[in-house]
Structure formats: structure tokens, C-alpha cells
């Protein structure tokens, strides 16, 4: 299975457990690769830093506002961006825009990159 593939699995399993309320292990699909189980993971880990850097890059917008799919997207793309060593930042980036195409409203891939762009420029790239 493509990474790609395993991405959106770990995005469509934090919405849900998101959304629904659900412990994450019923939301997550039974066959899920070792990649997704660690992506989602690690975004529960480290959901209240992710959750602030998107509040502080979000201009205009609360957390709140920005609909629950975008925000896991985002959580991901941030999560890898931060904590793996094996995704280069602009694959993180490419990544989370295209599932934003595939996933999302219309307008939310132009968003997502903002942020992400941002953050790569001023977080990322000084660490």
C-alpha cells in the first residue's frame, strides 16, 4: 500500500475518533499498516502542540472554525513534519495538500498549504 494511501487512513481514522467520539483502535481499520498506526499515534501524542501551531498559523480562523477533516489532515502533515525524520517536509506538505483535494471542500488544499507553508518557513526550518 502506497504511504499516500496509509496517510489518508490515519487522517480519515483521527476524524472519525474525532467526530464520532469513538476509541481510536474502533475507528482505525483492522488491517491498518504499522505507518497509519504510528501516524495516528503520534498525533494523539502531540495533538495539543499540533492543535496550537494551528491555531497560531490559522490567521482569522479559531480551531473550532476549521472543520474537522482539515484539521486531522493538518495534524498529520504537522505530526510528520515535527516528529519524523523519514518524511521529508515537502513530501508532508504535498501529501496533506492532495488529501485535502481528494477529502475536503474546495478551498481547504489552498488553506492547508498556507499553514503548513508557514510553518515550515518559521518553525521548521529554525529548528
Not at 56 to 84: N, Q
Request: aromatic content about 4%; some cysteine; hydrophobic content about 45%.
Amino acid at each position: 500500500m502506497r504511504r499516500a494511501d496509509q496517510r489518508r487512513a490515519a487522517v480519515v481514522a483521527l476524524y472519525q475518533h474525532e467526530v464520532t467520539g469513538r476509541p481510536v483502535a474502533d475507528v482505525t481499520e483492522k488491517d491498518a499498516s504499522s505507518f497509519t498506526r504510528k501516524l495516528v499515534d503520534g498525533v494523539l501524542q502531540h495533538q495539543d502542540d499540533l492543535d496550537a501551531l494551528i491555531t497560531r498559523y490559522a490567521k482569522g480562523w479559531t480551531l473550532d472554525r476549521i472543520a474537522p477533516l482539515e484539521r486531522s489532515v493538518l495534524r498529520v502533515a504537522l505530526y510528520e513534519m515535527l516528529h519524523r525524520t523519514d518524511v521529508p517536509d515537502e513530501v508532508a506538505i504535498d501529501e496533506a495538500v492532495e488529501a485535502a483535494k481528494e477529502l475536503c471542500a474546495a478551498e481547504a488544499a489552498g488553506f492547508i498549504n498556507g499553514i503548513l507553508g508557514a510553518v515550515k518557513r518559521e518553525e521548521v526550518t529554525q529548528q
